[in-house]
């Protein structure tokens, strides 16, 4: 891979992917760089760049006369390919997931740990706050906030998001726009056809997450979607790391898929009941809400 490309094509590449994720658009289907720059708010060179280094990790085909076309996006990876700042990003999530970074340090001594400028540490440390991932501490530094590890902590997120992401359902002004529902849609079709690849998973916790997100935020409330995002960000970096099982990820997207039919038939009483059955029924929620009851019946 070239490394003749900046943060802003790195950053760009990545936008781009995720444009095209988030409208399903298929293998084959013709990206032009000059609508692209409009949209992006940049010019068209690094556009052309950004398309260039998809083109080299395969995610991007380039034909001479014809111009750029949609490849195999699953090999897009943005721990190897995004920016200085996403790299930093991932290089730290996976640290705290392998406890290899304390949960409690100052800024100074995050810069020097990874050898990065102050600008981009702060950058990524603001990302971690915004997330709810990190605190910053009243005397100073930052703490991360608690890890949801462990049967106790995966018990109670499940109760957790019991009791808040079905009841998006039963606010007076739910309603999905035709257009997202249809994107949110394409995305989990994607999600029946996942391979086990290389910084898949990252892009698999994302389409999922983006489904629950997009409840919260038909629902109108904007208290249910602030919940949503923050107790996403918590699981991100524990559950990003699962999201490459090829038969678990479709059988959780055949029933997203079963939510979204019953929300465009307006039957929302059973959208709210299938999203209740999926939380409950995640793998890691059944063993962890088993091993709970076993443990009060020991009391």
Same mark, same amino acid.
């Given at each position: 891979?070239?490394?003749?490309?900046?943060?802003?094509?790195?950053?760009?590449?990545?936008?781009?992917?995720?444009?095209?994720?988030?409208?399903?658009?298929?293998?084959?289907?013709?990206?032009? =760089? !000059?609508?692209? #720059?409009?949209?992006? %708010?940049? &010019? @068209?060179?690094?556009?052309? +760049?950004? /398309? $260039?280094?998809?083109?080299?990790?395969?995610?991007?085909?380039?034909?001479?006369?014809?111009?750029?076309?949609?490849?195999?996006?699953?090999?897009?990876?943005?721990?190897?390919?995004?920016?200085?700042?996403?790299?930093?990003?991932?290089?730290?999530?996976?640290?705290?997931?392998?406890?290899?970074?304390?949960?409690?340090?100052? =800024? !100074?001594?995050? #810069?020097?740990?990874? %050898?990065? &400028? @102050?600008?981009?540490?702060? +950058?990524? /440390? $603001?990302?971690?706050?915004?997330?709810?991932?990190?605190?910053?501490?009243?005397?100073?530094?930052?703490?991360?906030?608690?890890?949801?590890?462990?049967?106790?902590?995966?018990?109670?997120?499940?109760?957790?998001?019991?009791?808040?992401?079905?009841?998006?359902?039963?606010?007076?002004?739910?309603?999905?726009?035709?257009?997202?529902?249809?994107?949110?849609?394409?995305?989990?079709?994607?999600?029946?056809?996942?391979?086990?690849?290389?910084?898949?998973?990252?892009?698999?916790?994302?389409?999922?997450?983006?489904?629950?997100?997009?409840?919260?935020?038909?629902?109108?409330?904007?208290?249910?979607?602030?919940?949503?995002?923050?107790?996403?960000?918590?699981?991100?970096?524990?559950?990003?790391?699962?999201?490459?099982?090829?038969?678990?990820?479709?059988?959780?997207?055949?029933?997203?898929?079963?939510?979204?039919?019953?929300?465009?038939?307006?039957?929302?009483?059973?959208?709210?009941?299938?999203?209740?059955?999926?939380?409950?029924?995640?793998?890691?929620?059944?063993?962890?809400?088993?091993?709970?009851?076993?443990?009060?019946?020991?009391?």
């Amino acid at each position: 891979m070239s490394t003749a490309y900046s943060d802003l094509h790195r950053r760009l590449a990545g936008r781009i992917v995720e444009i095209a994720r988030m409208r399903g658009l298929p293998e084959g289907t013709h990206i032009a =760089a !000059a609508p692209l #720059a409009d949209e992006l %708010g940049v &010019s @068209r060179t690094p556009v052309v +760049r950004a /398309l $260039s280094l998809l083109a080299e990790a395969g995610a991007v085909r380039r034909d001479e006369n014809r111009g750029a076309f949609l490849a195999d996006l699953s090999v897009y990876d943005p721990q190897e390919l995004g920016s200085a700042e996403e790299a930093l990003y991932w290089r730290v999530a996976n640290d705290r997931l392998d406890g290899r970074i304390e949960a409690q340090f100052d =800024a !100074a001594g995050f #810069a020097r740990r990874y %050898g990065a &400028s @102050r600008a981009l540490s702060q +950058r990524v /440390l $603001s990302r971690f706050v915004a997330e709810g991932v990190l605190e910053r501490r009243p005397g100073g530094g930052y703490r991360f906030a608690p890890l949801l590890n462990g049967r106790a902590a995966t018990a109670a997120s499940v109760r957790f998001r019991l009791a808040t992401e079905p009841a998006a359902f039963d606010e007076p002004g739910f309603r999905a726009p035709l257009e997202e529902l249809g994107q949110i849609r394409a995305e989990q079709q994607m999600l029946l056809q996942s391979r086990e690849t290389p910084g898949q998973s990252v892009a698999n916790f994302e389409r999922n997450a983006r489904f629950h997100e997009a409840i919260a935020r038909w629902s109108g409330n904007p208290f249910l979607l602030d919940v949503a995002r923050r107790h996403t960000a918590l699981r991100r970096l524990r559950q990003y790391r699962i999201f490459v099982e090829p038969e678990r990820i479709a059988e959780s997207a055949l029933e997203h898929l079963a939510v979204l039919d019953a929300i465009e038939d307006g039957d929302l009483a059973s959208a709210r009941r299938r999203l209740a059955a999926h939380i409950r029924d995640l793998p890691s929620a059944r063993e962890a809400l088993s091993n709970q009851q076993e443990d009060v019946a020991a009391e």
